[in-house]
């Protein structure tokens, strides 16, 4: 899958497993409602092939039971667990003028404070500490990793495409290269 694919793709929940003996589905939504994963239709998986056609479903406790056209069993849902389920960006509402979702992210060119280009936004983690921005720099080489904090990005200008970076003193020395290894102290 290319960088900048040309669908672009939100992870809205994921399946925990079965629920019940009639072949129902657990989906551990990441909405505020979990009802509104039924409303998106077709659930995609992170290549953009379907995953779920969801035909109806109740809420429970942050997630949904729901029946889908492609599980008829438990051990077909049961089988499903862990698989991520994703919606295209355009198929969201547009957030409020001062939100945004993390995947805008992606893509932007991440200028410093003199106005050079830095590189540009390739993905934004999250390994359990914070979302993380990951920058490939414009110069080639390891991608860098970012804490999303107001400190490192105190300015974001999705409109314009780009973002402003004021990296800490451990990404100015390259301690945030390379490996997936990442320095949370400071912070």
């Known amino acids: 899958m290319s960088d900048t694919p ?9 399946v925990a497993g079965g629920f019940g003996v009639r072949g129902e589905v657990k989906i551990a939504a ?12 077709t659930l995609l998986r992170r290549d953009g092939t379907p995953a779920l056609t969801l035909t109806g479903g109740r809420a429970q406790k ?3 039971i729901a029946r ?3 599980v008829a069993t438990k051990e077909q849902a049961d089988a499903l667990r862990g698989l991520r ?4 960006r355009e198929a969201l509402p547009e957030p409020d003028e001062d939100e945004f979702y993390l995947a805008d992210l ?5 200028r410093g404070a003199d106005g050079r280009a830095l590189g540009r936004i390739k993905a934004v983690q999250n390994f359990g500490a914070g ?5 490939a720099p414009a110069a080639g080489g390891q991608t860098a990793y970012l804490p999303f904090t107001r400190e490192v990005v ?4 999705i409109a314009d495409g780009w973002l402003l970076v004021v990296p800490s003193a451990e990404v100015e020395a390259g301690d945030a290269r390379g490996g997936g290894e990442t320095s949370a102290e400071g912070e």
């Open 154 to 157: 105190p300015e974001l200008h």
């Open 85 to 88: 389920l994703y919606v295209p």
């Open 6 to 14: 040309a669908l672009r793709l939100i992870e809205v929940g994921r």
């Open 131 to 135: 979302d993380i921005l990951e920058l």
């Open 106 to 110: 992606i893509g932007l060119e991440a």
């Open 62 to 64: 942050g997630a949904l």
């Open 30 to 41: 990441h909405t505020e409602d979990p009802l509104s994963l039924k409303a998106y239709g």
């Open 68 to 70: 889908a056209k492609e």
